[in-house]
């Protein structure tokens, strides 16, 4: 299977601990996001990167919040400190990065379903 | 006011209906728009992109007005498979909250 994978599938944790998640892209895709959703909404955008590089966070990320993609292929998306409002599923996708500002089709991957007890 | 718009649904239709959903976005200087499907319990998939003359691919016909910052989505022939929850995506990153869509027989 070529496409994105994301593991654990499933992460059940207390209050106040550390987790860590790990996306594998598409190895041809140079742009990695993360996002993350609640039931009837749609994909929250967190962050995302262009190879190596996070160009872009969001503002609703608090510092909790990190993420790495070293040597652009893998990333990891760590959440210290957990709370119950971090119960979501997390979503990782990727693309190909577009010209001129442009953006192209994302494939996601199965997400991580996080909750927080 | 959100970055993306979408019509709150749900929408519940008969078999062989005509439904359109319509979005909005802040943004006046965006460039890439894109319609996602998402079944229940699973991620999000690209339905179709949005492109500034619309475009058409079988039953779904998306259309974009710059002018009023919305984009459509037009399903016709609505079939049973077509149940699901549609996104519409501005700039790769930002997405509506989706709308649901339930074809009865």
């Known amino acids: 299977d070529t496409g994105v994978s994301q593991d654990p599938r499933h992460k059940i944790t207390k209050r106040g601990q550390n987790v860590t998640f790990r996306c594998d892209p598409i190895s041809e895709h140079n742009r990695l996001y993360w996002y993350r959703q609640t039931l009837g909404q749609g994909p929250e955008f967190l962050t995302y990167f262009q190879n190596e590089a996070q160009l872009e966070k969001s503002r609703l990320l608090s510092d909790r919040f990190s993420a790495e993609r070293p040597k652009g292929s893998f990333s990891t998306l760590e959440i210290q400190r957990t709370e119950q409002g971090d119960s979501a599923m997390y979503l990782c996708?990727?693309?190909?990065?577009?010209?001129?500002?442009?953006?192209?089709?994302?494939?996601f991957g199965p997400g991580t379903r996080l909750t927080v007890l | 006011r959100k970055e993306v718009e979408q019509d709150p649904g749900p929408f519940n239709v008969p078999e062989g209906a005509t439904v359109a959903f319509n979005c909005t976005y802040s943004?006046?200087?965006?460039?890439?728009f894109f319609w996602y499907r998402q079944d229940c319990r699973k991620e999000p998939k690209l339905l179709m992109s949005v492109y500034s003359s619309g475009n058409e691919d079988g039953r779904f016909t998306a259309q974009l007005n710059r002018a009023s910052q919305y984009i459509s989505l037009l399903i016709r022939d609505s079939k049973l498979s077509d149940s699901a929850t549609y996104l519409c995506?501005?700039?790769?990153?930002?997405f509506g909250a989706g709308t649901r869509l339930t074809v009865k027989p």
């Open positions: 995506v501005v700039n790769g990153m930002r």
């Open positions: 943004n006046s200087a965006s460039q890439s």
């Open positions: 996708a990727s693309s190909l990065g577009g010209a001129g500002g442009l953006w192209n089709e994302q494939f």
